[in-house]
């Protein structure tokens, strides 16, 4: 158990709010957090966090010993990334998180070959669709829909993608012809419950231009666009799903796009990262690598 060490453990500790939300982000167990600012107590002879059952609070010259280790540590490591970078060769744990389904279905693949790329580069990928605490859970990147709520994040917009309304040929035969919004009143709906509105699904007027919400009435409510996908080419009724979703289902022929004169505008599919003095070569390269396949004319 070096200093440093014992000093990283502390800092991630305060900002995880618990050793076990510490030890996750460390690689460590809980007991070995606990142990490393215990041996840092002892080092300095004063109590630095209070613990009880249910929480953890820094003491008063804890608080102080926090804010200058913290900028101690910024400083080590800009010096080191500073160092890793000037040598040239991208290396180290690469921790990302990116949405669900199209982390699977559009990101898998291209994060694998950047793995092969550059092998000295250890991915740690986490699937969430949920807004993660980038610097507090100790991610490099994250890819997310839409920009940050939180300004202090840089974002470096990747993609454009759009929300499509699909049904089965088969199930259509059975139903009354849909021509525009109103005519989902007399169909089946399934709704993914992931969007803002679920219940609320928007088009754009042809002509105007102007934003028409229609609310429907869903025979099955999922929180997942592919389990979404999966009740559409079951034929129990439409629904809307992410293009990246869809694509293969379209291409296919299992499914077909509707109303696609009145889709709603695209949105749009960020790079997100803490800001830093000096960006880490490996998160540069990983950036310019999702740049430079989403800016492709071949990517769809």
Not at 234 to 250: E, H, N, R, T
Request: proline fraction near 5%.
């Amino acid at each position: 158990m070096n200093r440093l060490e014992c000093d990283r453990a502390f800092l991630t500790v305060v900002e995880a709010g618990s050793f076990a939300g510490a030890a996750q982000i460390l690689g460590i167990s809980s007991g070995q957090a606990s142990k490393l600012v215990q041996k840092l107590e002892q080092n300095l002879g004063v109590q630095l966090l209070r613990r009880t059952t249910r929480a953890l609070s820094l003491t008063e010259i804890g608080m102080a010993y926090h804010a200058r280790m913290k900028s101690l540590i910024e400083d080590i490591d800009e010096l080191d990334t500073s160092v890793r970078t000037s040598s040239g060769t991208p290396r180290g744990r690469l921790r990302v998180t990116i949405p669900s389904s199209f982390g699977k279905l559009r990101l898998m693949p291209l994060l694998t070959d950047f793995a092969r790329t550059y092998s000295e580069i250890e991915l740690d990928i986490d699937f969430s669709d949920r807004s993660r605490d980038l610097i507090g859970e100790g991610f490099d990147l994250a890819v997310r829909v839409g920009r940050p709520e939180d300004s202090s994040l840089i974002a470096r917009k990747l993609h454009e993608s759009r929300n499509l309304l699909v049904a089965t040929p088969a199930y259509l035969e059975t139903r009354e012809p849909l021509l525009q919004p109103k005519d989902l009143h007399h169909h089946a709906c399934i709704v993914d419950t992931n969007f803002r509105e679920p219940l609320n699904w928007r088009f754009r007027e042809p002509d105007s231009g102007k934003t028409q919400v229609t609310v429907v009435a869903p025979v099955m409510r999922v929180s997942d666009g592919e389990a979404c996908l999966t009740a559409i080419e079951a034929g129990l009724g439409v629904g809307i799903v992410p293009d990246f979703i869809a694509q293969s289902s379209l291409e296919e022929g299992r499914v077909i796009r509707l109303l696609s004169e009145w889709e709603d505008t695209t949105f749009s599919i960020y790079a997100i990262y803490p800001p830093a003095r000096q960006l880490a070569l490996k998160v540069r390269v990983l950036i310019d690598f999702l740049v430079s396949f989403f800016s492709s004319p071949a990517t769809p």
